[in-house]
């Protein structure tokens, strides 16, 4: 059967999509090793509430708000060191490698700064809890694993910094491995402090909380040891790193600070919004904490691709090639969809495979009590999931280039909306957990199509973080040729 002049056509398309600069093969190469890191950590997470549910339900429905508190008192600066990537990115799309070891290091030392003010929480950990009303029992495993995670702070801020060096770079495979072996040595020791099994004692949720800590400490000596090579330090100018660079440190406040802001300002909401769905009960706190598990196996890779999304688009307008930022952004935007539209049907399909290892390690009855609410909840997962994926991808695009101060804004006006959508409707219309998830449904729908405009608006395409530098003299001879070849 002869093929057609059309399927030839379709089939060059597809070839090009694949093969072309920014297409889905160069992506790919970036993305996958971090879609693959993050799915690691997943796992991880997915495992450590497995194993809390096995272990108590109150210690599994302490995990998720004692984690959120956790992270929301950490996410400032880690979202301020995390944006030395947009800065690696920039310098190494402009060619100026010895600029990135002195952005790197200015992202370090803030991790560094943040070390003690976190420590300083630890002894008001019970506060936090106490104040939100949750059970005795609850708040009480809440405190313990606040407490353990904060002596973690250092290793996951500093990490994150060390980590910046090599995806603005494009070396993404470094933090595959890095990140891989650090969320299966946590795994491990879950197994062992949670239960208590070869010789350690049994823990509980205190020893997830431990397990989480040594993970993300031995994550700093991995990156460590892998930047100490010569040819890192040499070519990147890594030990630039210890000194201070006013301008540049200034220059990561300015951009990174909003992007700290504004994880702040949304994990704080997410935060509140979790201690809302407390109040309505232990067993509403568990089947949220199981939904929002099974969603972050869709959720949490395109989280890698976010990062791929900002490395690239910085790359690219540090060569000042804002056309190839685009294309690279629509050809994630593609492969993010082929990964998440399969997932969304899962969830609302076959939902209870999902839940299949939560339900092994609990009585049938008990998990059957929670199962059918779960399901309901995943039905408004495979809704969003769409939005959610738009949301991360538009958002890291534009964080690429620098766009941090309207990120920061719309997270302001939006990220309180299903926290008092919420509230209102528990308060004074009776409205329990499926009204929440309603109010966090909309949420989510909104701001995926805000940062869908921002990214069509290309306001972007003009940002850059780092700073300029002044062409060099043109030779003469080249300039009179360049013109002699356009008059011809």
Request: net charge neutral; glycine share 10%; hydrophobic share 50%.
């Amino acid at each position: 059967m002869a093929i057609t002049e059309d399927e030839l056509r379709q089939g060059s398309r597809i070839r090009n999509w694949w093969s072309r600069r920014c297409g889905a093969h160069e992506v790919l190469c970036l993305a996958l090793p971090l879609v693959i890191s993050t799915i690691s950590w997943t796992i991880m997470n997915f495992v450590d509430r497995m194993f809390l549910l096995w272990y108590s339900m109150p210690a599994m429905a302490a995990a998720m708000p004692g984690g959120m508190v956790y992270f929301t008192l950490v996410c400032l600066p880690l979202g301020v060191v995390m944006y030395g990537n947009t800065f690696v990115a920039q310098y190494s799309g402009s060619n100026r490698p010895e600029r990135i070891g002195p952005a790197v290091g200015q992202a370090v030392r803030i991790a560094i700064f943040s070390i003690i003010p976190a420590l300083l929480i630890v002894p008001f950990a019970d506060e936090v809890f106490n104040w939100v009303g949750h059970s005795e029992t609850v708040a009480k495993y809440e405190t313990i694993y606040l407490r353990v995670l904060l002596f973690g702070a250092g290793g996951m801020l500093i990490a994150a910094a060390q980590s910046t060096f090599f995806t603005g770079r494009g070396e993404t495979r470094v933090v595959m491995i890095v990140d891989s072996s650090a969320a299966a040595l946590n795994v491990l020791l879950d197994y062992l402090m949670i239960f208590g099994h070869l010789g350690f004692p049994e823990m509980g949720i205190e020893g997830a909380a431990w397990a989480t800590v040594v993970s993300q400490w031995s994550k700093v000596l991995f990156y460590g040891a892998i930047m100490i090579r010569p040819h890192y330090v040499h070519t990147y100018h890594l030990l630039d790193g210890f000194r201070f660079d006013r301008d540049l440190f200034s220059r990561l406040l300015r951009f990174g600070g909003p992007n700290g802001l504004q994880f702040f300002v949304e994990i704080f909401a997410l935060t509140l919004f979790m201690m809302l769905v407390g109040r309505l009960g232990e067993e509403a706190m568990v089947m949220t904490t199981l939904a929002f598990n099974v969603n972050s196996m869709a959720f949490v890779p395109i989280l890698g691709l976010g990062t791929a999304v900002t490395t690239m688009v910085g790359k690219q307008l540090g060569d000042n090639r804002p056309d190839m930022a685009s294309r690279a952004t629509w050809t994630s935007y593609h492969l993010a969809i082929l990964y998440t539209l399969p997932m969304g049907v899962l969830y609302l399909l076959t939902p209870g495979v999902f839940l299949m290892g939560h339900a092994s390690g609990m009585e049938a009855e008990q998990f059957s009590q929670l199962e059918s609410t779960v399901i309901i909840l995943l039905r408004f997962v495979a809704f969003y999931v769409l939005f959610d994926t738009t949301a991360v991808v538009f958002v890291s695009a534009i964080k690429g280039a620098g766009d941090t101060h309207f990120v920061l804004i719309t997270t302001a006006w939006t990220a309180p909306l299903p926290l008092i959508a919420g509230t209102v409707g528990v308060r004074w219309f009776g409205g329990g957990l499926l009204w929440c998830w309603t109010a966090i449904t909309a949420w989510i729908c909104l701001v995926g199509f805000i940062y869908l405009f921002r990214f069509l608006g290309g306001r972007w395409k003009t940002m850059r973080v780092i700073e300029s530098v002044a062409a060099p003299p043109s030779d003469p001879a080249e300039t009179e040729q360049a013109i002699n070849s356009t008059a011809v």
